[in-house]
Nanobody
Framework: QVQLVESGGGLVRPGGSLTLSCVAS????????MEWYRQGPGNLRELVAG???????NYGDSVKGRFTISRDNAKNTVWLRMNSLKPEDTAVYYC??????????????WGQGTQVTVSS
């Protein structure tokens, strides 16, 4: 199967930066889309950014121009660079990948989440 491990969350002041990482491991035959979602207090989970295995990216309107998603296909890793952070970016950030495990079928896999808190 496929396991996702996220890291890089923490407490940061407004205007600061953080980089989140997500590594996929297990018996993986292929990975398609890799995405970051977030869920703030009292909010629904929302898409922050996504990247295809070809490198095409898309972003939520609230993070365009501030966040950058990237990936390394050889390392099954996706990053989210977050600049100019605002208090409203405070949320638990989740990594999601669409992956094909060996001998299995395409499925979505989620990480455990990493907390990002933006506060002075």
């Amino acid at each position: 199967q496929v396991q996702l491990v996220e890291s890089g969350g923490g407490l940061v002041r407004p205007g600061g930066s953080l980089t989140l990482s997500c590594v996929a491991s297990g018996t993986i035959a292929a990975i398609s889309a890799m995405e970051w979602y977030r869920q703030g207090p009292g909010n629904l989970r929302e898409l922050v950014a996504g990247i295809t295995n070809g490198g095409s990216t898309n972003y939520g309107d609230s993070v365009k121009g501030r966040f950058t998603i990237s990936r390394d296909n050889a390392k099954n890793t996706v990053w989210l660079r977050m600049n100019s952070l605002k208090p409203e970016d405070t949320a638990v950030y989740y990594c999601k990948v669409e992956a094909l495990p060996n001998g299995g079928s395409w499925s979505d896999y989620w990480g455990q989440g990493t907390q990002v808190t933006v506060s002075s």
